[in-house]
């Protein structure tokens, strides 16, 4: 079959996009909202738990004073997997700057928590009247975990 025998075969595809009306606009931004919302609850909840560590001491004088003032926890397990390998590691590695040690199991209980409270409000923010939107989204800001 030469070129000019092959069936002429044309293909068109057209797209309609309308205008997204002012509620959907609305309910987008609320949801983006919660999820700004979340993220600092999120953050709150890392320093209830201690999840990270205070700054480390940038001068001799702030080394010796969290030594003296015991502004530290040392973290045996982390020293012990590494065995003799830690003389590849600088002479801080195992100490968390910081009296409080991290409560994973804590956090990670708040955190579940925060999700499904925060899924709550997603919904709510989806499917209810703009008015009760508003307001889950007002009342989620003042959000504090209580364990």
């Known amino acids: ?6 069936p002429q075969v044309a293909n068109a595809a057209v797209a309609l996009v309308g205008t997204p009306s002012i509620e959907a606009t609305q309910r987008d931004f609320l949801t983006q909202r919660v999820s700004q919302v979340t993220y600092k609850h999120d953050q ?3 320093k ?3 999840m990270d560590e205070q700054d480390r001491p940038k001068t001799a004088e702030e080394l010796i004073k969290a030594i003296e003032e015991g502004n530290y926890t040392l973290d045996q397990e982390m020293i012990d997997r590494t065995g003799e ?3 590849h590691y600088n ?3 195992g100490i968390r700057w910081g009296k409080e040690k991290p409560d994973h199991k804590g956090y990670k209980a708040a ?5 499904e409270d925060a899924q709550e409000v997603i919904d709510t923010v989806t ?3 703009i008015e ?3 307001q889950a989204l007002k009342d989620f800001k003042v959000w504090k975990y209580a364990a």
């Open 111 to 115: 955190k579940a928590v925060l999700k």
């Open 85 to 87: 390998d830690i003389i």
């Open 91 to 93: 002479n801080e590695y």
């Open 127 to 129: 499917t209810a009247s």
């Open 132 to 134: 009760e939107a508003r």
């Open 1 to 6: 079959m030469r070129y000019n025998d092959a």
């Open 44 to 46: 709150d909840l890392r």
């Open 48 to 50: 209830q738990f201690f």
